[in-house]
C-alpha cells in the first residue's frame, strides 16, 4: 500500500496534522494525483543536488502536464482551472532554485511518514501531549475573537470620528451665520434660539467628544491587555512548537493565524491613530473650556504608538531555522564555510512594506558565549523583504547563500579547550531591520535558535546531541551558557524525541518495547516515567564496558537504517532493540529457524540475527551471527544475506543452507516461514539495496 494511501485511513485527528503542512508550496491536489510517482523519487538526495533537483523539477511539471491532459478530456473544468494555477505557481516559485523544491516535497514525505508513525504508537508522548492541548487551542480561538472585536470596535470609532467632524461643520456654520446677522437682530427671538441650539449643540458635541474618547481608551486598554497576555503567549508557544519541530517532533503551524491576529491589529492602531490625529485638527479647529481633547489625546496617542512600537518587535521572528541544505533532518548545526538558509517573516503584512525592508544578518552580536571561536557571516548578509505570490502572502526575506566562517584568533585560544567541547559551544545569528512607516521609525532585532558551528563533519553528531539536548530541555532562546551547567532532563520526554530522531530521519518511530530497551540501557531500570537523565550520561559517559557513549551507538544506528535497511525498517521487519535475555524469551518456544533483527550492542552501526535450534535431546539452542557493519552491508545487500545465509554444522562437519524463519516485532506469536514471507518482505530491500 502506498504511502498516502496509508495516510487517507488515519483518524481525523491525525488528517487535520496532514492538512496542516500542505499549501502553495506543495499542494494537496499534486500530492493526491501523482501519489505514486512522487513516493518513487528520491527528494531528499535531490534537496542537496541542483542538477537532479532541475531534472525532478522539470519531470514534476510533464507529470502535471499529463494529468492536465487527461481532465480535459473529462472536461473537469474545476480541476483544469486549479491544475494550470497551480503549474504557474510552481514554474514561477521554484524555477530558480529547484533545491528548494526537493525539500518542500521530502520534509512532506517525512513528516507523512511521522504521522503514520505516530498514528501506530499506542501511547503519545509528553511534549505531544502539551503541544495539543485543548487549552491552547481555546485561547488561538478566543485571541481570533477578541482581535476581531476590536477590529469592529475601531470600525465604529471611525465612524464617531465623522460624525463629530459632521457636527462640527454644522456648528461651525451656524455660529458663523449669527456673526453676520445685523446688530438690530441680535436680541430677536429667532436669535435667541439659535443661540439655544448652539449651546444645545456645543453640549452634544462636547458629550461626543468625551464618548469617542472612552471608547478609544477602552480599545487601547483591551488592545494592550491582548498584546500583554494572550498574543505574547501564543507567539511563545508557537516558538516553542518550532523548538519541538525542528528536533523532530510534530510538524508546527499557527503562524499564518498570528500573522492575522498582527496584522488586524496593526491596522486598528494606525486607524486609531489616525482618527486621535482627526480630533488634534478638529480641536485646533474649535475648543472651548473643559474641551476633553486637549487633555486626553497626547497621553493616548503616546499610548497607541508605543503599543505600535511593541507590536513590530514581536512580529519580527525566525520562521524557519538556519540549516545547511546538506542536512535538512539536522537544523542549528552549521558547518564552517558551508551554506546554510534561513527565513524571516515579518507578522504584520502591509502592502507598504513589500521591499522597503532590509534585514542585516549578524553572527553573537552583543552576546555572550562560552566559545573563544569567532566567526563572520560571509554571503549575501543583507536582502530586502517582499510578499510572497501564495495564498496567504507572507512578507518574508530567506536567505540563501550565507557561510559561517571563523576568525583568527589573536590570541590563540582554540574553542575546544578547557572543559567544554566545540560541539558544546553555542552561537546566535542576529537579525536586523528598520521600519518606516507613517511618521514612525521602528528598529526591529530577532535572533535564531542556538546554534553549534562545526569545522569537520564528524563533528556532526555530537553536536546534533547537543541541539537536542539544549531544545528539549528549555525554551529560553537565548542561553548561549547552557552547557555551562547542563539541566538534566525528563527521560520520559527524552525517550520521545528519541523515537522521533527515528520517525524524521528513517521513516519509522519506536514503540514502547523497544523505548524500555533504551531506557534500560541508559538507567539500568524498566520504568522510565519519572526518571531524569543527565547530559553526561547521554552523551559524554561511555557505556558500561565499552567505547562509546550511548549518543554514539544510537548515532550510528540512525546511520546504519538511512544507508542500508530503510525498506525493512519501515515495514517493521526489524525488532532492532531487544536485549539479549529479552531475545531468548521470545525465541525459545518457537519452531527450529526462526529468528529475529536486532542491532548490536557491542559494534557501532551492527545488525545481527538470532535463531533457535533444538538438538536430538530437545535442548533448546541460539544461534547468533557475528554483527554485520556499513562495510560488509555494502558489499552485500542484507536481504541477499538473510536469504541465502549458510552456516557450519560443527557436528556433521558440512555447510547448510539454514531456511531462516522470521519473527516481526508485530506478529511475536507467530512463525512464518521463510518460502512465503522473506521473498516479499525483503524484496523491497533487494531492489533498493542492490547498487549499494
Partial sequence: MSQWNQVQQLEIKFLEQVDQFYDDNFPMEIRHLLAQWIESQDWEAASNNETMATILLQNLLIQLDEQLGRVSKEKNLLLIHSLRRIRKVLQGKFHGNPMHVAVVISNCLREERRILAT???????????????????????????????????????????????????????????????????????????????????????????????????????????????????????????????????????????????????????????????????????????????????????????????NLFKNSFVVERQPCMPTHPQRPMVLKTLIQFTVKLRLLIKLPELNYQVKVKASIDKNVSTLSNRRFVLCGTHVKAMSIEESSSGNLSV????????????????????????????????????????????????????????????????????????????????????????????????????????????????LNSDQLNMLADKLTAQASYSDGHLTWAKFCKEHLPGKSFTFWTWL??????????????????????????????????????????????????????????????????????????????????????????????????????????LFLSPSQQSEVIQLSQTLRQTFSPCLRVSMPC
Avoid at 244 to 262: M, S, W
Avoid at 408 to 430: D, F, Q, R, W, Y
Avoid at 566 to 583: A, H, N, R, T
Avoid at 587 to 595: Q, S
Fill in 119 to 309: 498514528a501506530n504508537m499506542p501511547v503519545q508522548g509528553p511534549l505531544e501531549k502539551s503541544l495539543q492541548s485543548s487549552s491552547v487551542s481555546e485561547r488561538q480561538r478566543t485571541v481570533e475573537n477578541k482581535v476581531t472585536a476590536i477590529k469592529n470596535s475601531v470600525q465604529m470609532t471611525e465612524q464617531d470620528t465623522k460624525y463629530l467632524e459632521d457636527l462640527q461643520d454644522e456648528f461651525d456654520y451656524r455660529y458663523k451665520t449669527i456673526q453676520t446677522m445685523d446688530q438690530g437682530d441680535k436680541n430677536s427671538p429667532r436669535m435667541n434660539q439659535e443661540v439655544l441650539t448652539l449651546q444645545e449643540m456645543l453640549n452634544s458635541l462636547d458629550f461626543k467628544r468625551k464618548e469617542a474618547l472612552s471608547k478609544m481608551t477602552q480599545i487601547v486598554n483591551e488592545t494592550d491587555m491582548l498584546m500583554n497576555s494572550m498574543l505574547v503567549e501564543e507567539l511563545q508557544d508557537w516558538k516553542r512548537r518550532q523548538q519541538i519541530a525542528c528536533i523532530g517532533g510534530p510538524l508546527h503551524n499557527g503562524l499564518d493565524q498570528l500573522q492575522n491576529c498582527f496584522t488586524l491589529l496593526a491596522e486598528s492602531l494606525f486607524q486609531l491613530r489616525r482618527q486621535l490625529e482627526k480630533l488634534e485638527e478638529q480641536s485646533t479647529k474649535m475648543t472651548y473650556e473643559g474641551d476633553p481633547i486637549p487633555m486626553q489625546r497626547t497621553h493616548l496617542l503616546e499610548r497607541v504608538t508605543f503599543l505600535i512600537y
Fill in 398 to 509: 530567506e536567505f540563501r547563500h550565507l557561510q559561517p566562517k571563523e576568525m583568527k584568533s589573536t590570541a590563540g585560544s582554540k574553542g575546544n579547550e578547557g572543559c567544554h567541547m566545540v560541539t558544546e559551544e553555542l552561537h546566535s545569528i542576529t537579525f536586523e531591520t528598520q521600519i518606516c512607516l507613517y511618521g514612525l521609525t521602528i528598529d526591529l532585532e530577532t535572533n535564531s535558535l542556538p546554534v553549534v558551528m562545526i569545522s569537520n563533519v564528524s563533528q556532526l553528531p555530537n553536536a546534533w546531541a547537543s541541539i537536542i539536548w539544549y531544545n528539549v530541555s528549555t525554551s529560553d532562546s537565548q542561553n548561549l551558557v547552557f552547557f555551562n551547567t547542563p539541566p538534566s532532563a525528563t527521560l520520559s520526554q527524552l525517550l520521545e524525541v528519541l523515537s522521533w530522531q527515528f520517525s524524521s530521519y528513517v521513516g519509522r518511530g
Fill in 555 to 660: 548515532e550510528a544506528i540512525l546511520d546504519l537504517i538511512k544507508k542500508h535497511i530503510l525498506p525493512l525498517w519501515i515495514d517493521g521487519c526489524v525488532m532492532g532493540f531487544v536485549s539479549k535475555e529479552k531475545e531468548r524469551l521470545l525465541l525459545k518456544d518457537k519452531m527450529p529457524g526462526t529468528f529475529l533483527l536486532r542491532f548490536s550492542e557491542s559494534h557501532l552501526g551492527g545488525i545481527t540475527f538470532t535463531w533457535v535450534d533444538h538438538s536430538d535431546s530437545g535442548e533448546v539452542k541460539f544461534h547468533s551471527v557475528e554483527p554485520y557493519n556499513k562495510g560488509r552491508l555494502s558489499a552485500l545487500p542484507f536481504a541477499d544475506i538473510l536469504r541465502d545465509y549458510k552456516f557450519q554444522d560443527q557436528q556433521k562437519r558440512e555447510t547448510k543452507v539454514m531456511f531462516l
